[in-house]
């Protein structure tokens, strides 16, 4: 919520004299003007700010922080502002020695953006546990999520995912690029390779478990990979689904399940499924992210793309410059990309958002969301927004 009543006698009033329909009233005229606030608010952004929120890139090293792009290198005008991206994923070489070194290069990254008048980015991390831990020098050691469904009970996983997060909050970081909550079967479970909690009952447990254990402590989830994954390793390949539509719609119900929760963000998978919009890749199609996720699933948080930088998009028709203007257009609000460097494709939506108002408008619904997840996770401070 961006703004919020703090008198305490007028909390007071209503809680004791008002009727229940007089307080969601006075609720409603509060989100509104919320509301109201947060869209005057991303429709003054410049549209280079704008598209710069849609990415979220790589960083270079571990030690010390600073924007490796301009402005200009979008835009195409002369302009020397730095351009930062609205998240940033720290991979394995990203990851300092020592806590004091990790802590030190993420302060590094806020003091940049504040010095170059900047919205915060949210910093991210796969912190998944078992082979999928960025963070083993750092945190306490992270059993793979087979592990934790066999060796657990409901209680003692939000214990351990608990103090994960702890771990990762004091580190300086917002976000966990976790939990895989795709139902193991003989398709993927090559590829998952221990990532998944198991079946569908044991994933919807564990993680509820896992995305709670995480919200509640700071650290903001993202589910992955919706609609899921084969064997095939999308690094290098496009997963191709061949279940009949009521088979695969039901081996997603985990996510239907869990996007219930409220989890921060959702990350769409490169698979391609024969049933439902055939040969396009799930977080570049509309039907999957808009229709599907969007509305039928009612999930109203961020919806990330896969990484765009793979090469199973390219060699398919996908290079990131398409698929960047492809994933707007299926209702993509981050865009993620494992490069350092994001202005060539942010200058392909600069240019389309500049010649296509439908096309600004998904990217202006998008920001909205960004922005409002920022507000939520204190990297913006709501007086800005009023």
């Given at each position: 919520?961006?703004?919020?009543?703090?008198?305490?006698?007028?909390?007071?009033?209503?809680?004791?004299?008002?009727?229940?329909?007089?307080?969601?009233?006075?609720?409603?005229?509060?989100?509104?003007?919320?509301?109201?606030?947060?869209?005057?608010?991303?429709?003054?952004?410049?549209?280079?700010?704008?598209?710069?929120?849609?990415?979220?890139?790589?960083?270079?090293?571990?030690?010390?922080?600073?924007?490796?792009?301009?402005?200009?290198?979008?835009?195409?005008?002369?302009?020397?502002?730095?351009?930062?991206?609205?998240?940033?994923?720290?991979?394995?070489?990203?990851?300092?020695?020592?806590?004091?070194?990790?802590?030190?290069?993420?302060?590094?990254?806020?003091?940049?953006c504040e010095n170059n008048n900047n919205i915060q980015p949210y910093l991210c991390v796969d912190q998944e546990g078992?082979?999928?831990?960025?963070?083993?020098?750092?945190?306490?050691?992270?059993?793979?999520?087979?592990?934790?469904?066999?060796?657990?009970d409901i209680a003692g996983t939000y214990q351990l995912y608990t103090a994960q997060a702890v771990g990762m909050k004091?580190?300086?970081?917002?976000?966990?690029?976790?939990?895989?909550?795709?139902?193991?079967?003989?398709?993927?479970?090559?590829?998952?390779?221990?990532?998944?909690?198991?079946?569908?009952?044991?994933?919807?447990?564990?993680?509820?478990?896992?995305?709670?254990?995480?919200?509640?402590?700071?650290?903001?989830?993202?589910?992955?990979?919706?609609?899921?994954?084969?064997?095939?390793?999308?690094?290098?390949?496009?997963?191709?689904?061949?279940?009949?539509?009521?088979?695969?719609?039901?081996?997603?119900?985990?996510?239907?399940?869990?996007?219930?929760?409220?989890?921060?963000?959702?990350?769409?998978?490169?698979?391609?499924?024969?049933?439902?919009?055939?040969?396009?890749?799930?977080?570049?199609?509309?039907?999957?992210?808009?229709?599907?996720?969007?509305?039928?699933?009612?999930?109203?948080?961020?919806?990330?793309?896969?990484?765009?930088?793979?090469?199973?998009?390219?060699?398919?028709?996908?290079?990131?410059?398409?698929?960047?203007?492809?994933?707007?257009?299926?209702?993509?609000?981050?865009?993620?990309?494992?490069?350092?460097?994001f202005a060539k494709a942010g200058k392909v939506l600069y240019n389309r958002a500049k010649e296509d108002a439908a096309?600004?408008?998904?990217?202006?619904?998008?920001?909205?969301?960004?922005?409002?997840?920022?507000?939520?996770?204190?990297?913006?401070?709501?007086?800005?927004?009023?």
């Amino acid at each position: 919520m961006l703004t919020s009543c703090t008198d305490k006698q007028t909390k007071k009033e209503i809680k004791t004299h008002a009727s229940a329909s007089e307080v969601q009233s006075y609720i409603n005229q509060i989100n509104n003007k919320s509301d109201e606030a947060l869209t005057r608010y991303v429709a003054a952004l410049p549209l280079e700010q704008k598209i710069a929120q849609l990415f979220i890139e790589n960083l270079e090293g571990n030690t010390s922080f600073r924007s490796y792009e301009t402005v200009g290198a979008m835009t195409g005008i002369k302009d020397d502002t730095p351009l930062i991206a609205g998240g940033y994923i720290f991979f394995s070489y990203n990851i300092a020695d020592t806590r004091e070194q990790m802590q030190a290069y993420i302060k590094s990254i806020r003091d940049y953006c504040e010095n170059n008048n900047n919205i915060q980015p949210y910093l991210c991390v796969d912190q998944e546990g078992g082979w999928v831990s960025r963070l083993k020098k750092l945190n306490p050691k992270l059993p793979s999520n087979e592990e934790v469904a066999r060796d657990f009970d409901i209680a003692g996983t939000y214990q351990l995912y608990t103090a994960q997060a702890v771990g990762m909050k004091a580190l300086g970081f917002d976000m966990n690029l976790a939990p895989v909550v795709e139902v193991c079967t003989d398709d993927n479970k090559d590829f998952l390779d221990g990532r998944s909690f198991g079946e569908l009952e044991q994933v919807i447990t564990y993680g509820r478990a896992c995305l709670n254990a995480y919200e509640n402590n700071g650290i903001a989830t993202v589910l992955k990979h919706f609609p899921g994954n084969t064997n095939t390793d999308p690094h290098t390949g496009l997963p191709e689904i061949t279940l009949p539509e009521e088979e695969l719609l039901k081996s997603i119900e985990s996510f239907r399940e869990l996007v219930s929760y409220n989890p921060a963000a959702v990350l769409m998978s490169h698979a391609r499924t024969s049933a439902i919009d055939s040969g396009v890749p799930a977080c570049l199609s509309k039907v999957w992210v808009t229709d599907l996720l969007r509305k039928e699933y009612g999930y109203e948080g961020l919806i990330f793309s896969d990484d765009i930088f793979m090469g199973a998009l390219a060699d398919n028709g996908y290079p990131p410059e398409v698929a960047a203007i492809r994933a707007v257009e299926a209702g993509v609000d981050c865009i993620m990309i494992s490069e350092k460097r994001f202005a060539k494709a942010g200058k392909v939506l600069y240019n389309r958002a500049k010649e296509d108002a439908a096309f600004e408008a998904k990217i202006n619904q998008a920001v909205r969301r960004i922005i409002k997840y920022k507000l939520e996770a204190g990297l913006i401070d709501e007086q800005e927004i009023r």
